[in-house]
């Protein structure tokens, strides 16, 4: 009970920081726009293999893959936020209350989540001209997906921010963790490309599996079996990352 | 309110199999009463730091015990938390939110109800005098200004104990003069107030007792004026009109009662330790006529904490 209302505590706050420098939420989203302008028509004579036939059918390969980019990299780099936070005392002065240590990292996280909603939103919503298509039940899945990366990849990144202290490695980490889990999941160039055995390698990403499930959802069929392989796998990855990474909080934070 | 004995940190660096201990606080006994100003004096990398932190549950002792506010600092950390208060050296506050929310989200992290914690806001907006800038960001706030709205969060949920990391340091004469009178306040409340300072006025003039410590371990402990009437006496310093004469000056002052020795300085000035320099300097200008010997000038010299922390560990601490 007591983590719930501290958990809240902590959220309440960070929406607060959020909302009053909305620009960093926008900044976020600039370069997913860019891809979904300039990087989407190039792919397309690629997507063909994917059955793409037209540039609404592009888009509709193209964006779910884009999501779980937006969901995997923004969220590896919120870390930085926490450095800043460490340095600047903030974190300390919670240290000294009784407060829950687990909703430090969970009030993060959770604002987090909400940054991605508001992000995905926009480039889905510049999306819909595009040709995009999506059924409302299959959108709040879609969405329930992302929330379960983006609580992965922030908390893997508070754990690590903890673990390294210094954003320069911190930077180095992310950049060699956030590559190839993207290039490995198919977000971007899609892995029917891909050799053999690029995609047996992927095959052990759970990010690549998310972005399956992710493009199930937005061809509008929810009921394919890569949704709720995606969708259970993605949670159980998201429980492992929280308490991997909550455990560093009460332990560096004690 | 605070106990500690023994209490130790060290650091451990280097990589594995070639580590060096550095001893942060070697065995640190203290003893700080209710509501009191309590403050450890000591040049940087004394251990100030480290031992205001250990007792603020920041971070774990490696040996040693204590006790603060009746909770065993060790075995029941979570117990000391809800009764202290803590101000970093640094402070710390977001840029872009106003003291007021900050004071009502510090007392809800002390586990306050959304009203109570900002009523308790809306009492240190007053207490503190912050009603001014109070509902503007804190980003915008003058450096004493900033600091008064750390102590103001560090005693939000009225706690009684407050721990002040190197309250002053990087204030102006006039913001430090200030800070003082709110730390008195605090203490005239009731609260006992531990703070770390390497200033040898602010342990002075603001501190009921100190502590000084210096590489980790306790030099000397009591009031200022314990302290400084522990060093011999007081010094006169006498400086005579034809200074061929100071020689037999010495002489002279030598036999009187009231002095207890003296030397004649490389620049030609007698110094000379007494007991108790008022009632010494009279009777040694009375005794220097009486010879016949002119006084040009005559000074009285009383100790600072200077010259405790020199005369225990041979250094001066305004130097270190």
């Keep these: 009970m007591k983590s719930l ?5 902590v959220f309440q706050r960070h929406l607060l920081l959020m909302a009053r420098s909305p620009l960093q939420i ?20 690629a997507l063909a293999s994917m059955g793409a036939g037209t540039m609404a059918d592009a888009y509709r390969i193209y964006v779910p893959g884009m999501l779980v980019a937006l969901a995997l990299g923004g969220g590896l780099y919120v870390g930085f936020g926490l450095l800043a936070e460490l340095g600047s005392g903030v974190i300390e002065r919670a240290r000294v209350t009784p407060v829950s240590r687990v909703a430090l990292l969970l009030g ?37 997906l992302l929330a379960l990366i983006s609580l992965t990849s922030s908390a893997v990144s508070y754990g690590l921010a903890l673990k390294v202290g210094n954003p320069d490695v911190l930077g180095q980490l992310v950049n060699n963790l956030a590559q190839p889990l993207m290039l490995l999941s198919g977000t971007l160039l899609p892995l029917a490309l891909a050799p053999l055995w690029l995609r047996r390698v992927s095959d052990w990403n759970p990010f690549s599996w998310a972005v399956t499930g992710m493009r199930e959802l937005f061809a509008g069929h929810p009921g394919d079996p890569a949704v709720w392989r995606s969708l259970a796998l993605m949670a159980a990855v998201a429980v492992a990352a929280l308490l991997w990474s909550a455990r560093r909080f009460a332990r560096t934070v004690r | 309110m605070i106990e500690t004995s ?19 606080v070697a065995g640190l006994d203290l003893h700080v009463a209710e509501g009191e100003i309590f403050g450890l004096l000591g040049p940087n990398g004394a251990g100030k730091t480290t031992t205001l932190r250990m007792l603020a549950t920041l971070l774990p002792p490696d040996g040693g015990a204590a006790t603060v506010a009746g909770a065993d600092l060790l075995t029941r950390p979570a117990e000391v938390r809800r009764s202290i208060g803590y101000v970093a050296q640094g402070g710390g506050t977001w840029d872009e939110v106003t003291a ?12 306050l109800a959304k009203a109570e914690a900002q009523a308790r806001a809306a009492a240190a907006v007053d207490s503190f005098d912050l009603a001014e800038y109070a509902d503007r960001p804190c980003r915008s706030y003058s ?44 203490r005239d409340a009731g609260m006992t107030v531990f703070l770390t300072t390497h200033y040898l006025d602010e342990a002075d003039a603001l501190c009921d007792r ?19 009437r522990s060093i011999a006496g007081e010094v006169v310093t006498v400086g005579v009109a034809e200074p061929h004469l100071a020689p037999k000056a010495a002489e002279v002052l030598t036999a009187q009662e009231c002095v207890r020795s003296a030397e004649v300085r490389a620049d030609g000035a007698l110094r000379l330790s007494v007991d108790t320099g008022e009632s010494a300097m009279p009777q040694v200008m009375r005794a220097l006529a009486g010879a016949g010997i002119a006084t040009a000038t005559i000074a009285l ?19 270190s």
């Design chain 2, 143 to 186: 450096g004493g200004q900033r600091r008064r709205v750390d102590i103001a969060l560090g005693v939000v949920h009225r706690p009684a104990v407050l721990f002040l990391d190197e309250p002053t340091s990087g204030l102006d004469p006039a913001a430090r003069a200030r800070l003082w009178a709110e730390v008195r306040r605090l």
């Design chain 2, 6 to 24: 023994g209490l130790r940190k060290s650091y451990r660096s280097g990589r594995r199999g070639r580590t060096t201990t550095v001893d942060a």
């Design chain 1, 26 to 45: 926008f900044l976020g989203v600039a370069q997913p726009v860019v891809y979904l302008a300039l990087f989407a028509p190039l792919l397309k004579p």
């Design chain 1, 5 to 9: 209302r501290d958990t809240w505590l």
């Design chain 2, 210 to 228: 100190i502590a000084i410590v210096d590489g980790g371990t306790l030099v000397a402990e009591g009031t200022p004026a314990e302290l400084k």
């Design chain 1, 108 to 144: 993060r996280s959770l604002r987090d989540v909400v940054v991605l909603a508001v992000q995905a939103a926009v480039i889905i919503v510049l999306a819909i001209p595009l040709g995009l298509l999506v059924r409302v039940p299959d959108l709040l899945l879609a969405y329930l």
């Design chain 2, 100 to 111: 007021r929310e900050e004071l009502v989200l510090q007392a809800r992290m002390h586990g």
């Design chain 2, 301 to 319: 010299h009383r100790p600072t904490l200077d010259d405790v922390f020199l005369a225990r560990t041979g250094r001066s601490l305004e130097e």
